[in-house]
């Protein structure tokens, strides 16, 4: 397992932007792949974002694709979501994990604290 400190995050008005980080403990995060899920009150956690473990491969939800961006570096232990264009949607308690390349948050073993996004209209 590793341990997954989230930053980023916040109150934002729509159109902007925002860049959330998770900074991953241990030597084997290389070896993982990451994911980015939210939830909003209410709702299920859902899928938003994933990337395999060298980077080379990524998979969007559609609501987000196109508007974020997911990417890593494993010299720094570190996976990252780029949000831009946030709508008021968007609002949620974001999450990262790591586990396998796949969209069903049960396939991911290791999971952050979460970091709220807020996005006002």
């Known amino acids: 397992q590793v341990q997954l400190v989230k930053s980023g995050g916040g109150l934002v008005q729509a159109g902007g932007s925002l860049r959330l980080s998770c900074a991953a403990s241990?030597?084997?995060?290389?070896?993982?792949?990451m994911g980015w899920f939210r939830q909003a009150p209410g709702k299920e956690r859902e899928f938003v974002a994933v990337?395999?473990?060298?980077?080379?491969?990524?998979a969007y939800a559609d609501s987000v694709e196109g508007r974020f961006t997911i990417s890593r570096d494993n010299a720094k232990n570190t996976v990252y979501l780029q949000i831009n264009s946030l709508k008021p949607e968007d609002t949620a308690v974001y999450y990262c994990?790591?586990?396998?390349?796949?969209?069903?948050?049960?396939?991911?073993?290791?999971w952050g604290q979460g970091t709220q996004v807020t996005v006002s209209s």
């Open positions: 994990a790591a586990g396998r390349y796949s969209g069903d948050p049960a396939d991911f073993s290791s």
């Open positions: 241990g030597r084997t995060f290389s070896s993982y792949t």
């Open positions: 990337i395999g473990q060298s980077g080379g491969s990524t």
